[in-house]
């Protein structure tokens, strides 16, 4: 069965630093993964997704996670955090569309950005 | 192209009452997901319809439900609600193996 493991529920960083945010999963086939991010009372925005192309994934507002099967992870990083990148994070991982449609949810990873 | 859209946005309701929940895909998208979103078990799959048919559902109750119509806009519907119903319902439009998501309908029972 899939799985989604995100080490920390909270993480905090200050305004300027490294975000690293761990995602790690179980899948019995090449997964598809995914990162969202969630703002107070919205829905989840899709940040980045990765389809077995590149391992190293760019994403939206300068975020990029890259895929190590060995590691069996998709972190999320960016290199420099702004206050606006304070949010709830999650990782998803899907076996594909032709499996439903279902996505498995890590238990998300909020991120506080001090300034 | 508009986003998915949701409605209504937020409800309250009362113990043993029903409620149904609408949801508008990206146009062109045929298929719809359903999630539930609590803080207690996170984000949890309802179901998932293409093309008026449900392909899979996740662990609910039979007082969950949902359908398709033609031009692809779905409902879910939650009957005899209890108090652990209180959720934020996400729906997802799909393309691909990509899931783009609304805004959400906030519902609390009390």
């Known amino acids: 069965a899939q799985s989604v493991t995100q080490l920390g529920s909270h993480v905090s960083v200050s305004e300027g630093a490294l975000v690293l945010l761990r995602c790690n999963y179980s899948?019995?086939?090449?997964?598809?993964l995914f990162w969202y991010v969630q703002y107070p009372n919205q829905g989840l925005q899709l940040l980045l997704k990765?389809?077995?192309?590149?391992?190293l994934v760019k994403g939206i507002n300068g975020f990029e996670a890259e895929f190590k099967k060995s590691e069996t992870s998709f972190h999320l990083t960016k290199p420099s955090a702004h206050m606006s990148d304070a949010a709830e994070y999650f990782c998803?991982?899907?076996?594909?569309?032709?499996?439903?449609?279902?996505?498995?949810f890590g238990q998300g990873t909020e991120l506080s950005v001090k300034p | 192209k508009a986003g998915v859209t949701q409605t209504p946005r937020y409800l309250i309701k009362t113990r043993g009452q029903q409620v149904t929940l609408s949801c508008s895909p990206i146009?062109?998208?045929?298929?719809v997901s359903w999630y539930q979103q609590t803080p207690g078990q996170g984000l949890q799959f309802l179901f998932e319809?293409?093309?008026?048919?449900?392909?899979n559902k996740g662990n609910f109750p039979g007082r969950f439900s949902g359908r398709q119509f033609s031009n692809s806009r779905s409902e879910m519907n939650v009957s005899t609600l209890e108090l652990g119903d209180s959720a934020l319902y996400l729906c997802?439009?799909?393309?691909?193996?990509?899931?783009?998501f609304g805004p959400g309908t906030r519902l609390l029972v009390l």
């Open positions: 998803a991982v899907s076996e594909g569309y032709n499996q439903g449609g279902k996505l498995i």
């Open positions: 899948s019995s086939v090449p997964p598809y």
């Open positions: 990765y389809t077995s192309a590149a391992t």
């Open positions: 146009s062109g998208h045929r298929s």
């Open positions: 319809y293409f093309s008026e048919t449900q392909r």
């Open positions: 997802a439009s799909i393309w691909g193996e990509t899931q783009y």
